[in-house]
């Protein structure tokens, strides 16, 4: 932020001598106090941080799709290795995946099919698809049930990338980019963003750089590489309490599997699709299944409402062996030699524990 800080300061000093309509451009586009070009100042700011090469704390107001856009937007070219999945992926670093180049782990919480396409097709609008792309797949993304879509996903931008690109007869909304013109010369966003530049926004909550050891934050700490450290109590929980946790969440219908005794059709050619796309581009793929703790996979494996976890694992499988795509781990922890040891609660198996079943981009083993 500094360095915005000090290029909108020089840019503010530039346009002093430049014409009336090219100050109120420039005002309105790099102070842009409501976020409309640049994004959200906060977002904004977090994924700067991350591109610095700096871990991030205090981020509890992230809004993670938000960051990732910006992020990929403003990455200074193509990374050799991207991560893409949900939470149950964001411990997969540089190291475990086997990569020496670029890396980074573009995974979020609750992450949804939508989030997959809206990844894919920011990368290949920014022209940032990398040399390879892990994906670590959830079941939960072939159930086309309400109930199976986080409301944070961009629902519009992956329709959009269906429709346009992969020749699906799915809806969506053209985005209105006169809006963005008009805002450009708007003389009221010009007298609101030039206040704004010179109020007090020292209390305004922003991310914090890490002080000290990332290992000792009191809060989770958002690493450079873009995967996600827990706080140390949470990484050493005892395994009572992790037990605990993993029985609590059968007491409940967990996220995405409400109903999910087949799977979706047209998800699964929709899913297909895109990983033909991606293959297209001369990415290599990788797929990775990473397991339930033990009694909450037998609680969903039992269930019938949630069969389909079963079913997408053997999916999977099988859409990996037709096109050569290798495959590694299982949500099933014994299949793949975990224990119950191997979790820090009851969906997120352990960063050390990952190597157990996965070996890397370059490992033979399918």
């Not at 790099?30 to 070009?37: A, E, I, K, M, R």
């Not at 959830?138 to 992956?158: C, F, H, M, T, V």
């Not at 706080?231 to 999910?260: C, I, K, M």
């Not at 339930?292 to 999977?316: D, M, R």
């Amino acid at each position: 932020m500094a360095l915005l800080k000090g290029s909108i300061k020089s840019a503010l000093k530039l346009i002093l001598i430049l014409p009336p309509v090219l100050l109120v451009l420039w005002v309105n586009y790099f102070v842009d106090q409501t976020g409309l070009f640049r994004g959200d100042k906060f977002n904004l700011e977090l994924a700067e941080i991350l591109l610095e090469g700096d871990p991030v704390s205090n981020f509890e107001q992230m809004d993670e799709r938000e960051v990732l856009k910006l992020y990929i937007k403003n990455m200074p070219e193509a990374y050799d290795t991207l991560v893409i999945g949900s939470s149950r992926g964001l411990q997969i670093t540089a190291e475990i995946a086997g990569e020496d180049g670029s890396f980074y782990n573009a995974g979020m919480s609750g992450e949804d099919f939508y989030d997959i396409v809206s990844t894919i097709s920011l990368l290949d609008k920014y022209e940032r698809m990398p040399q390879n792309i892990i994906l670590v797949l959830d079941p939960w993304i072939l159930n086309d049930r309400p109930e199976a879509y986080s409301a944070r996903s961009d629902k519009n931008l992956a329709n959009a990338f269906l429709n346009r690109t992969l020749g699906f007869d799915v809806a969506y909304e053209e985005e209105d980019k006169g809006k963005y013109n008009e805002a450009l010369l708007d003389l009221d966003y010009f007298q609101n963003n030039v206040s704004y530049y010179f109020e007090d926004h020292s209390d305004e909550e922003r991310p914090s750089r890490v002080v000290g050891s990332v290992y000792l934050q009191k809060t989770e700490t958002k690493m450079p590489d873009g995967t996600l450290l827990y706080t140390e109590e949470y990484r050493n929980h005892d395994q009572a309490w992790v037990d605990t946790d993993a029985l609590q969440r059968t007491g409940s219908t967990p996220f995405g599997f409400y109903d999910f005794y087949t799977l979706n059709e047209e998800r699964c050619e929709q899913f297909e699709a895109l990983v033909d796309y991606i293959l297209d581009k001369g990415v290599k793929l990788t797929f990775v299944l990473t397991p339930f703790h033990e009694i909450y996979y037998n609680f969903l494996a039992s269930e019938e409402y949630s069969q389909g976890v079963v079913l997408s694992e053997e999916y999977f499988r099988e859409q990996a062996a037709r096109r050569d795509i290798p495959f590694f781990g299982s949500y099933d922890p014994e299949k793949i030699g975990c224990t119950n040891a191997d979790f820090y609660d009851g969906l997120h198996v352990r960063r050390e524990s990952i190597s157990k079943f996965f070996y890397g981009i370059d490992a033979t083993l399918v």
